[in-house]
């Protein structure tokens, strides 16, 4: 695919493509999605962070404010990080589509998932997000991310937890917090038990690379 950006004249130029890349997301009509959105929702945390984490697309909370993983999803990842002694100040978030999915159920707009075409629009911007970052490992949360990064026949439930390569970098799909809210009981204790299994195996390879910095 080619680049979305000029080719660099040497030095660091990552928070410039990240800047261009967020312009380019707040005006892009690739999609029927830009009809409905009251913002895009780019990214947000560390873009010199070695890890990334990919969620699925923006919610009602997200599209309000222009920031990714708010209200109560965005607080449960909020929570999950701190299990690990991080906050999102620390990696880099984003999520496969910009631009907030949405159906209208009885008067009021609802949350759906993004549809293939969506993701597709909006795949570029995601890659330039990658290459710019240069992230060493990236989490997908949900099944979309993981899908559209690992491999399109990616199944949450079976193949979560797994570590697989995808062009040099140390990519992993856990449960998406909005998944582990759903779920009620046993299912609920399950699911919070796995995804602090994932998130534990992360911070592991995230510690390794920054004491690869530091070294």
């Known amino acids: 695919m080619e680049s979305l950006f000029d080719s660099a004249e040497g030095g660091e130029d990552r928070e410039r493509r990240l800047e261009e890349l967020a312009r380019q997301v707040s005006v892009c009509t690739k999609c029927d999605l830009a009809k409905s959105r009251t913002n895009t929702v780019f990214a947000t945390g560390d873009p010199y962070s070695p890890l990334m984490l990919v969620g699925e697309g923006p919610g009602e909370n997200e599209d309000a404010t222009g920031l990714p993983f708010v209200g109560r999803a965005g607080k449960l990842l909020d929570d999950i990080l701190a299990a690990v002694d991080l906050t999102r100040q620390q990696i880099y978030l984003t999520n496969v589509v910009k631009c907030r ?84 009981g046993d299912d609920l204790n399950n699911a919070k038990r796995l995804v602090w299994k994932d998130i534990q195996n992360v911070y592991a390879e995230y510690r390794k690379a920054m004491e690869a910095r530091e070294s």
Not at 129 to 140: G, M, N, R, S, Y
């Open 101 to 184: 999915a949405a159906v209208e159920e009885g008067g009021r707009l609802k949350n759906r998932q993004p549809k293939t075409t969506e993701i597709r629009a909006c795949n570029p911007y995601l890659q330039g997000q990658i290459e710019a970052v240069k992230p060493e490992i990236i989490l997908c949360l949900g099944g979309p991310a993981a899908k559209t990064i690992i491999d399109k026949d990616f199944r949450i439930t079976k193949d979560r937890g797994t570590w697989y390569e995808r062009d040099g970098i140390k990519t992993m799909a856990t449960f998406h917090p909005a998944y582990v809210l759903r779920q009620r």
